[in-house]
């Protein structure tokens, strides 16, 4: 009975396809893991109110909502209030600073704001 | 901002536009129009920052270009104020865009899947365990709670998102813990997310009572360093939790100017109890738990200073304390981190028989000029409103010359906390606030 002879090479030759094709079928194999991200529930849209036909003769409300601190960034108003008055006299500017933190309500000064304005501009973050 | 434009357009009918610097304007409009206010408000945007620019900046601000629209800025005001709002803007009812997360992933390869966990960072760019069904079944074995038990309602920053037990054992999972570390990781989870600002605000985790020991937590030498797997895989699974369960994305919705590197970790560390000398009471007992409760502390903060060496005899410890106190934040007190062997000499050389003699010696000698109070931004933005209002000690203080000394801090706001080995009578100062901690019994 003859002996099969395999030389050495070869085993190794196909030991090392062996380990390859286990490899890339392991590194292809498709996995499902879980999804760490949670839904967020968005809110529903509400619409913006009617804008006015220009600012002309109309009181604009400039309001600090103290961000950074009193003084942070109470000059940007100052600024837009100086243009107004020298581009665009017709336009009353009203500077208040809000009450309370940055983030709370003011209802008594949105009141104000309604009785006595036409528009209003909000800030400033950042 | 937003809100007070909402409830003035709204409630009011006032046109409304909002000023803010770019990347809050960006934020405005996106994330938090969708989750949070629903209403297409106009924006302008200044370059940023604007806070803190001299008058000079300012006036180039308004004589520049909005950055949201490209027109010059006083154009874009009046525009924003008189143009009709469009078929969009005039929108009432449910967002079109809403679309639910799947529990389960699409199937892909581990290398394609770790690739996207970055793309959408829910990671913090070092490898995670990729959380199979099967990995986070067994890790959800750690609790007695069920998966779809609710932690918490997330609100911030934006959104409502339920964060359940199943959710925070994914994380646990993908920060590499043991089921045993679940119940301290479920206590933590009712802290999330954690504090975030623009400030580039950081966070403490802090651990008492027998959980330290049953899981093998380090709060002997190097306890803040690389070197404890409890340690490092609590800390990180928080950030973890805060960036998916917390939705925090970098220029989505945090804007942390520096940010901070410790938010890899968030100074999760373990009090050294058992090496605390006789009448000074761990933490948590101090907080009023029971020294064999399980308790985990988050508290949030900026800032620490070492000691660099030991204490000195000629210049006793709390005196150095107090000297690098003063140049915290001024935000009502701190914490300091100290090897046990700093605080024997406490007590037993300089005579602080308990915590709280030093917290109270520490607040009655850290003074302050009030113009240094008053210069840190975070400071002034919430106590000036509280000084308008009329509430002391903080009205008093802006009637003051700016060269006047005061004490801004309180003894309640000062927390000693002991960690370490005993190799170096060293410490640290921090701004960081502590308040009453979390049960983990509750979490078992």
Known sequence: MKRLFIPASSVLMIFALVTVLHATSVGSEKITVMNPAITSTMVDRVPLTNRLDSLDGKTLYMVDIGWGGPDAAYSVFEEMRAWFSENMPNVKTVLKRKQGPYSADDPELWKEIKEKGDAALIGISG | ?444
């Open chain 2, 1 to 444: 901002m937003s809100q007070h434009c909402k409830t003035l357009e709204h409630d009011y009918q006032i046109p409304t536009v909002g000023a803010a610097a770019a990347n809050i304007v960006k934020y405005a409009m996106g994330y938090n129009f969708l989750y949070t206010n629903g209403m297409p408000i106009r924006y302008v945007g200044f370059p940023f920052p604007v806070a803190g620019q001299p008058k000079s900046v300012h006036r180039q601000y308004i004589e520049g270009n909005d950055e949201v629209s490209g027109k010059p800025m006083m154009t874009a005001i009046m525009d924003a104020l008189t143009q009709p709002p469009t078929e969009e803007e005039k929108y009432a009812g449910p967002p079109p865009e809403a679309a639910p997360e799947p529990r389960l992933l699409n199937p892909d390869t581990a290398d394609n899947l770790q690739r996207l966990f970055k793309e959408k960072d829910w990671t913090d760019y070092n490898p995670i365990i990729l959380p199979t069904e099967e990995r986070v079944a067994e890790m959800l074995t750690g609790t007695n709670r069920k998966p779809d038990d609710v932690i918490k309602e997330i609100t911030w920053p934006g959104g409502k998102r339920l964060f359940t037990v199943e959710k925070a054992a994914v994380c646990a999972v993908m920060a590499g813990a043991k089921k045993e570390y679940l119940p301290l990781i479920l206590a933590l989870a009712t802290q999330v997310p954690f504090g975030n600002s623009t400030s580039s605000m950081a966070n403490m985790i802090l651990v008492n009572g027998p959980i330290r020991n049953e899981l093998g937590m380090n709060d002997g030498g190097n306890a803040m360093g690389p070197h404890n797997e409890v340690n490092a895989v609590i800390g990180r699974v928080f950030t973890l939790m805060s960036k998916t369960a917390g939705n925090l994305h970098h220029g989505k919705t945090t804007f942390s100017s520096l940010g901070s590197n410790l938010q890899y970790n968030n100074l999760c560390i373990a009090e050294n109890e058992e090496a605390l000398p006789e009448g000074w009471d761990p933490f948590h007992v101090q907080m009023g738990f029971k020294p064999s409760d399980s308790v985990v502390t988050v508290g949030t903060g900026w800032t620490y200073i070492s000691s660099v060496g030991e204490v000195q005899t000629a210049y006793p410890a709390h005196f150095l304390m107090r000297d690098y106190m003063r140049s915290l934040s001024g935000m009502r007190g701190g914490t300091v981190l100290m090897d046990p062997t700093v605080a024997a000499l406490l007590k037993d050389e300089q005579g602080f028989k308990t915590k709280v003699m030093l917290s109270e010696w520490l607040a009655d000698n850290v003074e302050k000029t009030v113009a240094s109070f008053w210069g840190n931004g975070v400071v002034s933005t919430f106590f000036t409103s509280m000084a308008y209002q009329g509430l002391e000690p903080y009205a008093g203080y802006l009637k003051m010359p700016g060269d006047k000394l005061i004490k801004p801090m309180t003894a309640r706001g000062i927390q000693i906390i002991a960690v370490g080995g005993g190799i170096q009578t060293t410490w640290f100062v921090t701004d960081f606030g502590l308040g009453r901690g979390v049960l983990v019994d509750e979490w078992r």
